[in-house]
C-alpha cells in the first residue's frame, strides 16, 4: 500500500487547523484591541 | 505569579511575546515537518507511515497539556481567585481542542496503512474521544459563563468541570499499560526511547515548535478577552451615565 | 482572615481533587476486564471462551508458524503471548503490516476444534521505531514473510 497519501491526508488536516486557527485568533485580538483603543481615544 | 495577577503588568509581556513566540513556533514546526517528510529514513515495519508521529505526538501532547493548563486555571481562580487565570482557562480551550481533534484525526489517518483500521473502540481512542467531548462541554460552559456577565473569565461551575475533567487525563497516560489495547504502549518513558534516533530527532522540533504556536495562540485569545472586557465595562458605565442622565436633566 | 479562607480553600480543592482522581481510577479499574480491547491466548485458555462467541484475540504471530493453504487466500498461524498460544486461521487479505513475529488482534470466535477462526485481522505494532537498515532485514510485501538477519 502506498502511504504517501495518508501522510498528506495527516499533514494537511494539522497544518490547515494551524494556519485556520492562527488567522481566527489573530482577527479576534487585533478588532478587540482596535475597538479598546478606539474607546480609550474618544474619552 | 502574583506578577501576573496585574492585567496591565500581564500586557506589557505579552503584546512583545506573542509575535515572537507565534513566529519562531511556526518556523520551527514547520522545518520539524519538513526534515521528518523528507530526512528522516522510513520505519523498519511501518514504512513512510511513520512520518505521521511527528505531527500526531505534539497533537496528543497539547491536547492533554491543554487540559492540564486549564485545570491548573481552575485551582488558581477557585483558590485564589486569581482574575486572569479564568481568562487562561476560557483562552487555552479552542487550541486544546482543536489539537485533540488533529490527534484523533491524524491517528485515524495512521491506523488505516498500519493497523488496518480506522478506528477502533479500544482503551485509548477511547479515553481520547472522551476528552475531545470534555472539551467541547467546556467550550460551552466557558460562552454562558462569558454571557452571565464574568468579566471575561469563566464561572464556578465551568471551573470545577475542568478538575473533573482532569481525572480522565491519567486515564489516557495509562490505558495503553491498564488494558490490553490496539494503540501500542509508551515508546518514550522515564528509561529512555524505543524510538531510534535517526527517526527521533525531529520529533524534538515538532513538539518545540507546536508548544511555541500553541502559546502565542493562547496569549492572542487572552489579549482579546481583555480588550473584549475593557469595552464592555465602559459600555456599561455609560449606559449607566445615560440612564442616570434621563432621570436628572442638568 | 482573608489567609485563612484561602487557606481553606486550597485545602478543599485539594481534597476534592484527590478524591476525583482516585475515584477515577478506581472506577477505570474496575472496568479493568470490561474494558480490554482483547483477549489474550492466556486469557482464552484459563477464562474458557465459549466456541463461537465472538472475542477479539491478541498476540504475537509466531515465528515460522505462518502457513499459506492451497487456494492461495488462506492463511494458518499461531497466535502467542508468551504464556499460551493458540491456532488461528484466516480466509482474506491480512494487513500490510501483518507478518511473522509481530502483533496481531484478530475478530472472530474460536471453532469447536479450537482453533481461532478470523473473520477479520488488525496488525498491532510495538513501542519500536527503527529504519530498516539498522534492523538488517527486509520484508517481502507478497510473502508477508522478513527475509535476512533478525537481530
Redesign the interface.
Known amino acids: ?1 502506498n ?2 497519501p ?2 498528506i ?3 494537511g ?3 490547515a ?2 494556519l485556520g ?2 488567522v481566527v ?2 482577527r ?2 487585533r478588532s ?2 482596535a ?2 483603543d478606539a ?1 480609550k481615544r474618544d474619552r | 505569579m502574583h506578577i501576573f495577577a496585574n492585567p496591565a503588568r500581564f500586557l506589557s509581556i505579552a503584546r512583545p511575546a506573542t509575535p515572537w513566540l507565534f513566529w519562531t513556533g511556526l518556523v520551527v514546526l514547520l522545518a520539524g515537518c519538513a526534515c521528518g517528510l523528507f530526512l528522516t529514513p522510513a520505519d523498519y515495519l511501518q514504512g513512510d507511515s511513520v512520518r505521521i508521529l511527528y505531527v500526531h505526538v505534539p497533537a496528543a501532547w497539547l491536547g492533554m497539556g491543554g487540559w492540564s493548563g486549564i485545570a491548573i486555571a481552575a485551582i488558581m481562580q477557585m483558590v485564589w481567585r486569581h482574575p486572569l487565570a479564568a481568562i487562561a482557562g476560557r483562552a487555552i480551550a479552542v487550541p486544546g481542542a482543536l489539537f485533540t481533534a488533529i490527534c484523533l484525526a491524524s491517528g485515524s489517518i495512521w491506523g488505516r496503512p498500519t493497523w488496518g483500521t480506522w478506528w477502533e473502540w479500544d482503551g485509548r481512542m477511547t479515553s481520547m474521544l472522551v476528552l475531545l467531548f470534555l472539551y467541547i462541554g467546556y467550550i460551552a460552559l466557558a460562552r454562558a459563563s462569558a454571557a452571565s456577565g464574568q468579566s471575561g473569565g469563566v464561572s464556578r461551575v465551568t471551573a470545577i468541570f475542568a478538575l473533573v475533567g482532569a481525572v480522565n487525563l491519567p486515564i489516557i497516560n495509562r490505558s495503553v499499560v491498564w488494558w490490553n489495547s490496539l494503540h501500542q504502549g509508551p515508546s518514550i518513558t522515564m528509561r529512555g526511547s524505543t524510538i531510534d534516533m535517526a527517526i527521533l530527532w525531529p520529533l524534538g522540533l515538532t513538539l518545540l515548535g507546536f508548544t511555541f504556536w500553541f502559546a502565542a495562540i493562547v496569549l492572542m485569545r487572552m489579549r482579546a478577552i481583555l480588550a473584549e472586557t475593557k469595552v464592555e465595562a465602559r459600555m456599561q458605565r455609560m449606559a449607566r451615565d445615560a440612564a442616570v442622565g434621563e432621570r436628572v436633566p442638568a | 482572615m482573608a489567609m485563612k479562607s484561602k487557606h481553606q480553600r486550597l485545602i478543599l480543592v485539594l481534597i476534592a481533587l484527590v478524591a476525583l482522581i482516585g475515584a477515577g481510577l478506581l472506577a477505570a479499574s474496575a472496568l479493568k476486564d470490561e474494558a480490554a480491547y482483547f483477549y489474550t491466548p492466556y486469557d482464552a485458555k484459563t477464562k474458557g471462551v465459549d466456541p463461537g462467541k465472538a472475542i477479539r484475540l491478541g498476540g504475537m504471530v509466531v515465528k515460522g508458524s505462518l502457513k499459506r493453504a492451497a487456494d492461495g487466500v488462506t492463511i494458518h498461524f499461531q497466535v502467542s503471548d508468551g504464556k499460551a498460544s493458540v491456532p488461528a486461521t484466516f480466509t482474506g487479505i491480512a494487513p500490510d503490516l501483518f507478518r511473522e513475529g509481530s502483533g496481531v488482534v484478530a475478530e472472530g470466535s474460536f471453532d469447536k476444534g479450537g482453533t481461532f477462526v478470523a473473520t477479520n485481522l488488525l496488525a498491532k505494532h510495538d513501542e519500536r521505531y527503527m529504519p530498516r537498515e539498522l534492523d538488517g532485514m527486509s520484508y517481502n510485501e507478497t510473502t508477508h514473510q522478513i527475509e535476512g538477519q533478525v537481530k
Open positions: 500500500m502511504h504517501w495518508f501522510i491526508a495527516a499533514y488536516v494539522t497544518i487547523g494551524v486557527l492562527s485568533s489573530w479576534a485580538m478587540a484591541e475597538r479598546a474607546m
